[in-house]
């Protein structure tokens, strides 16, 4: 079912109408309220929009029509056996850090070796900064229409069902490949901790069983407390390496300011990198739905945006500058054989619950879904609880099947930033802008100036698209994806050294 329950409106002075739902089902139903936050003004800033933007239905009223929705997913939760609308902005801040300093962050050094120096960190800067923004248009759009609680909602409101299925579709594979890729981090992981001593496809299929499980829990605040930790273990071990690289030495100083003729191909696949690693927009929707206080959600993504810009460019210069053109990805590879170890273990709970986050968010909209209009979301009943873990279960399964189907860490974390990052950070967000200003795009000069930004961002989205999933068709035809289920090492380090 839908979140929107449209109707016709039939007599133009009402103020309001009655949903068509029964309220048993939908205990709270409003207008769309419009909000304008792109320019200061002078008039009202809270607009009743009377006539929905979708097309009318064959034989509705041609005179118009009034879009009615719940306040939101959850309903009335007075009474409930589960809260959903629990977290305190600092959840949403550690949440919003552990799905997006995870795996990205560990690509970013060979992405700076790759691209050199002073384009790889230009490039850190401002696509954070673009990604910053693009986050802050989610937040805009959340307050302006309360009811939308993912993208798939967004597509609906913006080009009906077609739009709703195609977003759901996209925000799902998205999700799940994000899930594939913390799936074969563990994999990665356990083969340099144990030198590879079981079947590559056994240490996924044992990342597979602690995520699942780990995920079991319903809501995001349940969630948050673990995000806790993997907020520490990543900086932890990131910081570790980075110690014991700038003590060893390996290969101080040897570095590219820029790479000159660097083909077109072989520059994608580290700036795929950089836009994976603030990926993490698809669930920003998901992550405010569950605020106790919805306006909260902006402290949240500055708290995020600057700490990971921060962190990852202070991490790239470092690691490439003292490992030189051997820097490893994941980067944590780059130490000595022990520190190695030490840091992928550190690292564990950050593979594991970064990808419990994306897996939680995606299950829980097919939770949602199927079980929209009834109370089966707010019980404990075998119902309820049967049907979140058999999502669980064939979600996370999934993602295994992809993962050992791409078993290359930066084919499949370049592939993902191609299809799905460029568009959920970058492109999807700007058109979000432009449908919220329409009519009003060209109005004043800031809001022509904050039109044309918009359309280039929404253009870089594109593109960026368009041309890394060219890259990884290539890569992948090049046969760099690695054997499909295969028990063979996943880990092979640029350069071995002793301690």
């Known amino acids: 079912m839908s979140i929107f329950n449209i109707r016709d409106k039939r007599e133009g002075s009402s103020s309001s109408a009655e949903s068509e739902t029964p309220s048993s089902q939908l205990p709270a139903v409003s207008h769309i309220t419009k909000t304008d936050h792109a320019e200061p003004s002078?008039?009202?800033?809270n607009v009743t929009v009377v006539e929905s933007e979708r097309r009318l239905t064959q034989g509705s009223d041609p005179e118009g029509q009034v879009s009615e929705r719940q306040?939101?997913?959850?309903?009335?939760?007075?009474?409930?056996?589960?809260h959903y609308k629990t977290m305190d902005w600092w959840h949403c801040g550690v949440l919003m850090i552990a799905e997006n300093v995870s795996l990205g962050v560990l690509a970013l050094p060979q992405a700076v070796a790759w691209l050199g120096?002073?384009?790889?960190?230009?490039?850190?800067?401002?696509?954070?900064?673009?990604?910053?923004?693009?986050?802050?248009?989610?937040?805009?759009?959340?307050?302006?229409?309360?009811?939308?609680?993912?993208?798939?909602?967004c597509g609906e409101l913006i080009a009906g069902r077609i739009g709703k299925e195609i977003m759901a579709v996209s925000q799902v594979l998205i999700l799940?490949?994000?899930?594939?890729?913390?799936?074969?981090?563990?994999?990665?992981?356990m083969n340099v901790m144990t030198d590879h001593s079981m079947c590559t496809v056994a240490f996924a299929a044992l990342g597979l069983i602690i995520c699942f499980v780990l995920g079991l829990p319903r809501t995001l605040k349940g969630v948050s407390y673990l995000s806790i930790f993997?907020?520490?273990?990543?900086?932890?071990?990131?910081?570790?390496?980075?110690?014991?690289?700038?003590?060893?030495?390996?290969?101080?100083?040897?570095?590219?300011?820029?790479?000159?003729?660097?083909?077109?191909?072989?520059?994608?696949?580290?700036?795929?990198?950089?836009?994976?690693?603030?990926?993490?927009?698809?669930?920003?929707?998901?992550?405010?739905?569950e605020l106790k206080n919805p306006r909260d959600y902006t402290k949240a993504l500055v708290f995020m945006q600057t700490l990971a810009v921060t962190f990852y460019m202070v991490i790239g210069a470092v690691i490439y500058y003292y490992a030189g053109e051997h820097v490893a990805s994941p980067a944590l590879g780059s130490a000595s054989p022990t520190v190695r170890k030490i840091a992928f273990g550190i690292a564990l709970p950050t593979i594991v619950v970064a990808g419990v986050i994306n897996g939680s968010v995606a299950c829980k909209y097919i939770y949602i879904r199927i079980w929209?209009?009834?109370?089966?979301?707010?019980?404990?009943?075998?119902?309820?609880?049967?049907?979140?873990?058999?999502?669980?279960a064939v979600a996370w399964f999934v993602s295994w099947v992809i993962a050992e189907s791409i078993p290359n860490f930066n084919s499949l974390l370049a592939l993902i930033g191609a299809v799905f990052g460029s568009w959920f950070s970058y492109g999807l967000p700007g058109g979000l802008w432009l449908y919220m200003n329409k009519g009003?795009?060209?109005?004043?000069?800031?809001?022509?100036?904050?039109?044309l930004l918009t359309m280039c961002i929404f253009c870089l989205g594109a593109t960026m698209c368009i041309l890394g999933l060219w890259n990884s068709g290539h890569e992948l035809s090049q046969g760099t994806a690695g054997q499909p289920f295969s028990c063979q090492n996943n880990w092979r380090p640029s350069i071995?050294?002793?301690d």
């Open 440 to 451: 009003r795009m060209f109005s004043t000069p800031r809001k022509t100036a904050l039109t």
């Open 176 to 189: 799940i490949f994000i899930m594939a890729a913390h799936v074969l981090s563990f994999a990665v992981a």
């Open 372 to 392: 929209y209009g009834t109370d089966v979301i707010h019980q404990k009943s075998f119902k309820s609880i049967g049907s979140w873990v058999g999502i669980c």
């Open 230 to 289: 993997s907020c520490i273990s990543v900086f932890v071990a990131v910081t570790v390496t980075m110690i014991a690289i700038a003590i060893s030495k390996p290969d101080m100083g040897n570095f590219v300011a820029v790479h000159p003729d660097m083909p077109l191909v072989t520059g994608l696949t580290p700036v795929m990198n950089i836009i994976l690693a603030y990926s993490g927009h698809v669930g920003f929707f998901s992550f405010a739905a």
């Open 496 to 498: 071995e050294r002793s």
């Open 71 to 82: 306040a939101d997913a959850f309903g009335n939760e007075e009474g409930a056996a589960i």
């Open 42 to 45: 002078s008039e009202p800033k």
């Open 117 to 153: 120096l002073v384009p790889g960190l230009l490039l850190i800067f401002f696509l954070g900064i673009i990604a910053g923004y693009t986050g802050f248009i989610i937040g805009q759009f959340k307050e302006a229409f309360p009811q939308v609680v993912s993208f798939a909602d």
